[in-house]
């Protein structure tokens, strides 16, 4: 089964960008979306957006003026840069499959990512 | 954005008992409506997508129903591994979202 491992650093200081990677273990990488999702400490999940191979990105609106995706088929990989951080985005960040047909759900999630926006 | 509205927010359940989580969309979304459950620490499980179809692995005392802007979340029979915090989202337009989440704890 396909495996999912977000990277990056853990501490990122307020007004700078935060940057994460998505290793994506198999081939799939060219036939679904890949979404990134966050989840402040005690809160609910909230979608930043997706990327498809082909190029087709979606940002949610509250987060598309400072965030930006890309996908890298050649290295299995997705990511994501949202920029002019504050303490609000500190957060666990998820990296997750979405299904193309059957629902459109996300089958498969990363562990996760843990975010801390601090000086 | 599709205002998603989980209830209840929380709920305490004993062993054995028959749980309904209800998730209601700001505007129809036929049956593009999935259920994930969260422990945690972890990251979130799919149970239940296309509103009612079980995700492989997933065991049968969970099943969905529903369709436009009303759905339901049912555990027939709650054991001691489903306690966890249950959330829904509409897979129907971008950008996608989330319930609230609905926890569901020991009584």
């Known amino acids: ?119 | 954005d599709i205002q998603m509205t989980q209830s209840p927010s929380s709920l305490s359940a004993s062993i054995g008992d028959r749980v309904t989580i209800t998730c209601r969309a700001g505007q129809t979304l036929s049956n593009y409506l999935n259920w994930y459950q969260q422990k945690p620490g972890k990251a979130p499980k799919l149970l239940i997508y296309g509103a009612s179809s079980l995700q492989t692995g997933v065991p049968s005392r969970f099943s969905g129903s529903g369709s436009g802007t009303h759905f339901t979340l049912t555990i027939s029979s709650l054991q001691t591994e489903d306690f966890a915090t249950y959330y829904c989202q509409q897979s129907y337009s971008v950008p996608r979202t989330f319930g609230q989440g609905t926890k569901v704890e020991i009584k």
Request: some cysteine.
């Open chain 1, 1 to 119: 089964q396909v495996q999912l491992q977000e990277s990056g650093p853990g501490l990122v200081k307020p007004s700078e960008t935060l940057s994460l990677t998505c290793d994506v273990s198999d081939d799939s990488i060219s036939s679904y979306y890949w979404s990134w999702v966050r989840q402040p400490a005690e809160k609910g999940l909230e979608w930043i957006g997706r990327v498809y191979s082909t190029g087709i990105i979606n940002y949610n609106p509250s987060l598309k003026s400072r965030v930006t995706m890309s996908i890298d088929t050649s290295k299995n990989q997705v990511s994501l840069k949202l920029s002019s951080v504050t303490a609000a985005d500190t957060a666990v960040y998820y990296c997750a499959r979405e299904i193309v047909t059957a629902g459109r759900a996300f089958d498969y999630w990363g562990q996760g990512a843990l975010v801390t926006v601090s000086s």
